[in-house]
């Protein structure tokens, strides 16, 4: 069987707060539920959460690459675009 491993660029939205927090994954499910459950200290002040988009890459260096370029200057005005 082939291995079908992900990695995922993830864009979170403050419900409280106007933050968006730009992270990068293997476990997208597990991620999110760290950040909302205030697991994860760079976020914490910032939970709950909202998912409000992802994307998913074969190579890592590809989706490091993007969440590099989300955390940019043109990237969040990108994002705030989407």
Avoid: C, W
């Amino acid at each position: 069987l082939i291995n079908m491993n992900f990695f995922y660029v993830y864009v979170l939205q403050s419900k409280k707060k106007n933050f968006i927090y730009v992270g990068f994954t293997t476990n997208l499910k597990r991620r999110f539920l760290e950040h909302n459950n205030s697991e994860e200290l760079s976020t914490k002040a910032y939970a709950p959460f909202d998912l409000i988009f992802y994307e998913a890459y074969r190579n890592e260096k590809d989706a490091k690459r993007r969440e590099d370029y989300f955390k940019t200057t043109k990237g969040t005005v990108t994002l705030k675009q989407m």
